[in-house]
């Protein structure tokens, strides 16, 4: 399948920091893909380089096969730019209409297109506003509403949730859900939840520099690992009849929370080892808060970055 | 260069600067400044602007048989008008310019654009806009003073309308290069303000610098559109010729500047 982006060497400084270091990725067609890193990782650098907004100081991207300057792509990318408002002092609809229209729409055509967007992110009683009169939350949705008019190829979305209350960011999330086998989605965020729900590939960056690219499923170990997160700290007998469980390779516990610990496994059933380690627990009436296949995206993240 | 999106964002551009304060900023002083001045050419126009006094008054800022030419041989009223459009266009092509780029580059609202449309179709269509938009307004307050001067000036009907289109032929003209040099401003600045600021003080920078490059060489030295303005006071067509090549060549090297500036920045 072609790739959607193709970043070769790309390298970006401002002044004597490097926001980009020899930065190399291939995504493909129709991926869901979360990006992570620190603050300061340059996942916004990347996302600007990738729709035009900065120049490259060194090395290629690609984006849809072209320049990301270039016309030919210019309409199938759609950005929810980090903390940006639309233009001050011009309705929501006024500037959803021009977006529209600069798409290719004409003005009946564009018309009904915002009405279909203002159904799917539900900002019917937002449009006649000022951006300036919106709350964080309410922006938030209305820039997400102008990244997905005419169904763009590749949607970039920037800290889609962040600054937003529990049902603000599940509203969004439930949009991304909804749309993400119809489009490429590149999403940054430090909601680690999110991407495992919601992406199936995971880029992780640090200092500019790719630390590691692949299948969220092959990231957290999802076949050969359990997480769990008990009510109390598990005893030295629990651990070991969990231990001389056939195919169970490595028990590991968290010095800082003894209630949390992994098992790893090397199973072609995986249900059924873990419904065994479910009966010991029960056996020794210990109580289960979480229970979750694969590994913890945040400890797997968390390692990472600290090994850079 | 897709025109049709170019002619979208400049026709946006100009319905919103109508009722926003990129576009009041410029109205207001304008509309006021207008007001006072075609209310002066109303009220004592006509005779008093063919007066021996008035005549000496215009040789002092231009050569006398300049004066006499506008004076005397084209209708005064209509005259003045474009003495004062090639004067005060500066100052309000600063005003109505400094927005042309600056402020969306700043709060980074281009982004939206910039996935939809190419950064040339940015340029062009925000200076199509902001020309459109001094253009016709001047074009109104021409219409305002040809009316005064065929109530004013003792001219044919003919004569005035004649010299009213090559008025403003002129001024459509002379405007671009000042609209285009506020392009290049605003694509190096991140705010209106620091947009027009910054366009006054190189402004006033490159008039300082041209008279002491003309002061030391002997040789006059334009580099700003408005040393040409008495190249456009129709004494012979050679030199009305040398004046609109001049303005058009300043709005060719003014707008390959901005684009340049425009195309490297950082959206």
């Known amino acids: 399948m072609a790739a959607i982006i193709e970043c070769r060497n790309l390298t970006r400084t ?13 995504i493909p067609a129709r991926a869901s893909v979360g990006l992570v890193g620190p603050n300061g990782a340059g996942k916004t650098t990347l996302f600007a380089m990738l729709c ?12 849809l096969g072209h320049q990301p300057d270039s016309a030919r792509v210019k309409g199938r990318i759609g950005i929810l730019p980090q903390d940006i408002p639309l233009m001050r002092g011009i309705s929501v609809h006024a500037q959803l209409v021009l977006f529209a229209r600069l798409q290719g729409f004409n003005k009946v055509t564009a018309r009904q297109e915002i009405d279909r967007i203002i159904q799917l992110v539900n900002i019917g009683s937002l449009i006649k506003q000022f951006p300036e ?19 763009p190829e590749l949607i970039l979305l920037d800290e889609p949730t962040s600054g937003l209350d529990p049902v603000a960011a599940n509203d969004i999330r439930n949009i991304i859900q909804k749309l993400r086998h119809e489009h490429s989605f590149i999403i940054s965020s430090h909601n680690l939840d999110e991407i495992k729900n919601v992406c199936d590939e995971i880029i992780i960056i640090d200092k500019g ?29 629990l651990l070991q009849s969990i231990k001389i469980l056939p ?3 490595k028990i590991v516990t968290d010095d800082t929370n003894p209630n949390r610990l992994s098992v790893i496994f090397q199973a072609d059933k995986p249900d059924q080892i873990q419904f065994k380690i479910l009966g010991l627990l029960q056996q020794a009436g210990v109580g289960i808060v979480e229970f979750n296949r694969g590994s913890a995206l945040t400890d797997r993240v968390v390692e990472l970055v600290s090994k850079q | 260069m897709n025109w049709k999106r170019i002619i979208i964002l400049a026709c946006f551009d100009l319905r919103h600067s109508l009722f926003r304060l990129k576009g009041l900023v410029f109205l207001i002083p304008f509309l006021f400044f207008w007001y006072l001045n075609l209310k002066f050419l109303y009220e004592r ?26 004076l005397i041989l084209y209708p005064p009223t209509l005259s003045v008008f474009l003495i004062m459009v090639l004067a005060s266009t500066p100052a309000f092509a600063m005003l109505s310019g400094n927005d042309q780029l600056a402020g969306d580059s700043g709060r980074q609202t281009f982004r939206f654009l910039l996935t939809r449309c190419t950064r040339s179709e940015i340029f062009a269509g925000r200076f199509l806009s902001h020309y459109i938009l001094i253009s016709l307004s001047t074009l109104l307050i021409a219409a305002m003073a040809t009316a005064i001067s065929l109530h004013n000036d003792q001219h044919s009907t003919t004569a005035i309308i004649n010299y009213a289109g090559h008025v403003s032929l002129l001024v459509l003209i002379y405007i671009l290069p000042f609209v285009a040099y506020m392009s290049v401003i605003s694509a190096l600045m991140s705010s209106a303000l620091s947009a027009l600021l910054m366009a006054v003080s190189v402004y006033i920078m490159l008039v300082i610098l041209g008279n002491y490059l003309e002061y030391k060489s002997g040789v006059s030295i334009e580099l700003l559109p408005g040393g040409l303005k008495e190249y456009l006071f129709d004494l012979n067509p050679h030199d009305l010729y040398i004046g609109v090549g001049g303005l058009l060549a300043f709005t060719m ?14 959206i």
Not at chain 2, 260 to 266: G, T
């Open chain 1, 247 to 249: 195919s169970v390779i």
């Open chain 2, 45 to 70: 126009g006509g005779e008093a602007l063919v007066s021996p006094e008035s005549i000496v008054i215009l040789s002092w800022l231009y050569k006398p048989e300049i004066a006499q030419i506008l």
């Open chain 1, 209 to 237: 520099k790719l630390v590691r690219h692949s299948r969220i499923d092959d990231l957290i170990e999802r076949n050969n690992t359990l997480s769990i997160l008990l009510d109390q700290a598990a005893g030295g007998p």
């Open chain 1, 52 to 63: 035009g907004f900065l120049h490259p100081g060194k090395g290629s991207v690609t984006v």
């Open chain 1, 133 to 151: 009169t919106l709350s964080h939350g309410q922006r938030k949705r209305t820039t997400l509403a102008q990244a997905l008019i005419g169904k």
């Open chain 1, 14 to 26: 401002f002044g004597s920091i490097r926001a980009l270091d020899d930065l190399n990725i291939t």
């Open chain 2, 253 to 266: 090297i003014y707008i390959c500047i901005g684009w340049l500036v425009f195309k490297k920045r950082n």
